[in-house]
């Protein structure tokens, strides 16, 4: 069964760096699929933040692409998120999951909640 | 804003057939296929119809999907209490390249 894990700061300072892992069980990264971050404002609905292959080939949502970094360690069969700059208005749960190409999220992580406050 | 239109709100009561709707344009369902999500209270949200009309292994066959030009639709049929939830809908969008929701739909069971 593929499990996906979210870890990182659940409390970020303005204009600092939001960093974020997803750690995989059940599948290796390095088999395929696009692995995808995913965010929910409290009450609000959800925006894709951007996804990332095994290869390292990325692509972000235009809206937060001069702010976002993806990347993957298929050694630790992990990916990762960095958001710069944030603000209140980046305060969400942030998801993980699989991604089949340029189609639909399978699998899921939990989802962490991200705040971004002084 | 979001790219794909849905309802804010839908609701039924155990029994009854419900159908939620998806409105986008040619860049994005037009031209790819749409996936639904369930995301009931303080949960993540769950794959439920995926490449229009099909269903993950364990989804029962009283939720099914259909796509007609730059719109789609999730059918729930013999309404449950447990089927209360937030519903997305989700496409790939060529324009964007990039993965596009709906601003979902609230489904209350009355």
């Known amino acids: 069964q593929v499990q996906l894990q979210e870890s990182g700061p659940g409390l970020v300072k303005p204009s600092e760096t939001l960093s974020l892992t997803c750690a995989v069980s059940g599948y290796s990264i390095s088999s395929g699929y696009y692995w995808g971050w995913i965010r929910q404002p409290p009450g609000k609905g959800l925006e894709w933040i951007g996804s990332?292959?095994?290869?390292?080939?990325?692509y972000y949502n235009p809206s937060l692409k001069s702010r976002v970094t993806i990347s993957v360690d298929t050694s630790k069969n992990q990916f990762s998120l960095k958001l710069s700059s944030v603000t209140a208005a980046d305060t969400a749960v942030y998801y993980c999951a699989r991604q089949r190409v340029e189609s639909d999220f399978d699998y899921w992580g939990q989802g962490t909640l991200v705040t971004v406050s002084s | 804003q979001s790219v794909l239109t849905q309802p804010p709100s839908a609701s039924g009561t155990p029994g009854q057939r419900v159908t939620i709707s998806c409105s986008g344009s040619?860049?994005?369902?037009?031209?790819?296929?749409v996936n639904w999500y369930q995301q009931l209270p303080g949960t993540a949200p769950k794959l439920l119809i995926y490449?229009?009309?099909q269903r993950p292994s364990g989804v029962p066959d009283r939720f099914s999907g259909s796509k007609s030009g730059t719109s789609a639709s999730l059918a729930i049929s013999g309404l449950q209490s447990e089927d209360e939830a937030d519903y997305y809908c989700a496409a790939w969008d060529d324009s964007l390249n990039g993965q596009v929701f709906g601003g979902g739909t609230k489904l209350t069971v009355l």
């Open positions: 040619s860049s994005n369902i037009g031209s790819n296929t």
């Open positions: 990332i292959y095994h290869s390292g080939s990325t």
């Open positions: 490449s229009n009309n």
